[in-house]
């Protein structure tokens, strides 16, 4: 399906992004915009969408957890790309078919494919199968650790953490592969999943060009701040169990304790069906994390 098809009148029909104040979406939705599609954004109320407004973004405001959301949030949309969790999918994905929306791009995560038990990983499956029984010409990608600007909320954490403090703690000992990718790679193949064809009822994991450990992570973020880093390995056990009991007595603390177990499973994704359908070509981490550290940088 072709997003930019005329309606009545000649105008074309807008892409409805939902999550529309958050990272990923701060990147799209000017790239969208950038290449002459109307974007039409679903905003959760109470909250500020003047940059959108500011762009020239259409705004609806709907509060997708609310299983009572219609039709109306999405009508005229030529195609729907989902920001805001799978585990949402659910509760309006009827909306979105009886508003006659027929193509939709939807963001899951690489986590999914966890083998720890993982409420967050099964409503994200849920999700993902909802899609599969659809009507819906529908495409999920499944993003690893995304990165590449300030707002990240994963390499940004450690990138500021370098600057102030050399020494790094690594449960585990950081040798588990990691396959970030760059928010950029990660909008360029929305764009691509909506305009290819064969990207159709089609499920892609998309990560960086190569796995890394944990380790080799740190020490490009620590080259690219040029800071020396000194690692303190931890055993992941008592780690583990010191963040549980920590979370348990109210306390806030860095990591979750689950984030902690996935540590021992490998993150590395197959990107080669991605690479064939939507021409994805991820930048390599060294560059990506120099580009945010030079952000960083240029805002003191």
Not at 39 to 53: E, F, H, K, Q
Not at 98 to 109: D, K, L, N, P, T
Not at 121 to 132: S, V
Not at 145 to 158: A, F, K, S, T
Request: hydrophobic share 45%; net charge positive.
């Amino acid at each position: 399906m072709d997003v930019r098809a005329p309606r009545e009148g000649g105008g074309r029909r807008p892409v409805l992004v939902t999550g529309a104040l958050g990272f990923v979406a701060s990147r799209l939705i000017p790239r969208l915009l950038e290449r002459g599609e109307s974007v039409v954004a679903v905003v959760r109320p109470g909250r500020d969408a003047s940059r959108l407004d500011a762009a020239g973004v259409a705004v609806r405001w709907a509060d997708l957890e609310d299983p009572g959301v219609g039709p109306e949030v999405f009508a005229g949309a030529g195609a729907v790309v989902h920001l805001a969790g799978l585990a949402l999918v659910p509760r309006f994905l009827g909306a979105i078919e009886r508003a006659g929306v027929s193509r939709g791009v939807f963001v899951s995560s690489a986590g999914v494919h966890t083998r720890l038990a993982s409420v967050g990983a099964d409503a994200k499956r849920a999700g993902e199968e909802r899609l599969r029984v659809s009507a819906l010409e529908w495409t999920i990608l499944r993003p690893s650790m995304i990165y590449g600007r300030p707002g990240d909320r994963n390499v940004e954490r450690l990138l500021r953490l370098l600057l102030h403090w050399p020494l790094v703690p690594l449960p585990g000992g950081g040798r588990v592969p990691q396959q970030p990718i760059h928010v950029d790679d990660l909008v360029e193949a929305i764009v691509a999943a909506l305009q290819r064809p064969e990207a159709v009822r089609r499920e892609y994991d998309v990560g960086g060009p190569e796995a890394l450990t944990l380790r080799d992570m740190v020490e490009e973020c620590a080259r690219a701040l040029g800071r020396r880093v000194v690692f303190l390995p931890l055993p992941l056990g008592p780690v583990h169990l010191a963040v549980r009991a920590a979370r348990r007595a109210g306390l806030r603390t860095p990591v979750r304790p689950e984030q902690l177990l996935r540590l021992r499973e490998s993150k590395a994704v197959d990107t080669g069906p991605a690479r064939r359908d939507l021409g994805f070509s991820p930048r390599p981490f060294a560059e990506g994390v120099a580009e945010e550290a030079a952000l960083l940088a240029q805002r003191g």
